[in-house]
């Protein structure tokens, strides 16, 4: 571990750095969204910070939880409200404080606006008012739990996005089951008190044996991220009261394509499609599921496939 930099080094790199940032094009009349912390102070950008500073206004999410993390880094800006309840009239607002030549941050309450969070509204109108929008990476959910997780390759790097699942549980699996079906990674979010309702609906859906990574307070001082079957989620949630709180991002791992699996199986196939005579697909799944031992998801996505419109 290296720990020979000293406090005066690392201020005057500092120092060099941020003079280097703040001699950087500023364009005024723009709109500067701005990624921010998910959960460590320490995590937001130097640009994001110079963009902050500079900007006229500041509009957030959450006024008061933005406010603690600019008090934090010295920040003074003026705040104004931008959420999903008033966003049409705060973009109204922007575009007029672009037209008098004003710099006006963009921010969630963590993280990257306008992605699985308020703030794509305004940069639309912005940019159809013919406005610069200037994005300021940093901080993601997303990208941490992928990061942590390792489920993503160079040689294979997709991954889907799918944002918080419906609260209701049939819109729920519906979702879900349309989800799961991708040949690729999908990273979800949940929250705490629907987190084991969505554990059962992905253990239904999808079997025991498919791969799920969680990542729990990602960034934070209990972060934890943590692989294993869907048979042993409800397991790993109840060895330790602590894993129902907190900030979730489950990673649900590609159904694994077997040699000799559903789709190069004539057996699978013949089954099937008697059960489809008579049967949903999704029943057809899960009885065939059970009679080959084949995952339950492919063997869904075979069905789907085979079945004839009515």
């Not at 999908?186 to 987190?195: D, G, K």
């Not at 900030?247 to 394509?257: R, S, T, Y």
């Amino acid at each position: 571990m290296n720990q020979n930099v000293s406090a005066p080094q690392a201020g005057d790199a500092w120092s060099r750095v941020a003079a280097r940032v703040a001699g950087q094009h500023w364009p005024e009349a723009a709109l500067y969204v701005v990624a921010t912390p998910i959960g460590n102070l320490g995590d937001l950008g130097l640009r994001a910070w110079h963009a902050l500073q500079r900007a006229d206004v500041i509009a957030a999410e959450d006024t008061r939880a933005s406010r603690t993390l600019l008090d934090a880094w010295g920040v003074n800006t003026p705040l104004m409200a931008a959420h999903r309840h008033n966003e049409a009239s705060a973009a109204q607002a922007i575009c007029e404080r672009l037209a008098q030549g004003q710099r006006v941050a963009l921010v969630s309450d963590a993280g990257a606006p306008a992605v699985s969070d308020p703030g794509a509204r305004i940069v639309r109108a912005v940019r159809e008012a013919g406005y610069v929008v200037v994005p300021v990476p940093g901080p993601s959910a997303v990208i941490a739990a992928l990061m942590g997780s390792g489920v993503t390759t160079d040689e294979n790097p997709a991954y889907a996005f799918a944002g918080f699942p419906p609260s209701k549980a049939a819109a729920r699996q519906r979702w879900l089951r349309s989800w799961a079906a991708l040949p690729a990674p999908v990273v979800m979010f949940e929250s705490p008190h629907r987190l084991q309702a969505a554990l059962a609906d992905l253990l239904e859906i999808c079997g025991p044996q498919r791969p799920l990574t969680v990542a729990r307070e990602l960034t934070k001082r209990f972060e934890e991220i943590a692989t294993f079957p869907l048979g042993e989620a409800a397991g790993w949630l109840q060895a330790d009261p602590h894993r129902t709180q907190g900030e979730f991002v489950l990673i649900l791992h590609a159904a694994p394509q077997e040699e000799g699996g559903a789709d190069a199986d004539p057996q699978a196939d013949a089954l099937l499609d008697a059960l489809l005579e008579t049967l949903s697909v999704r029943d057809a799944a899960r009885v065939a599921a059970r009679a080959t031992g084949l995952p339950r998801d492919v063997l869904y996505n075979r069905a789907l496939a085979r079945k004839k419109p009515d």
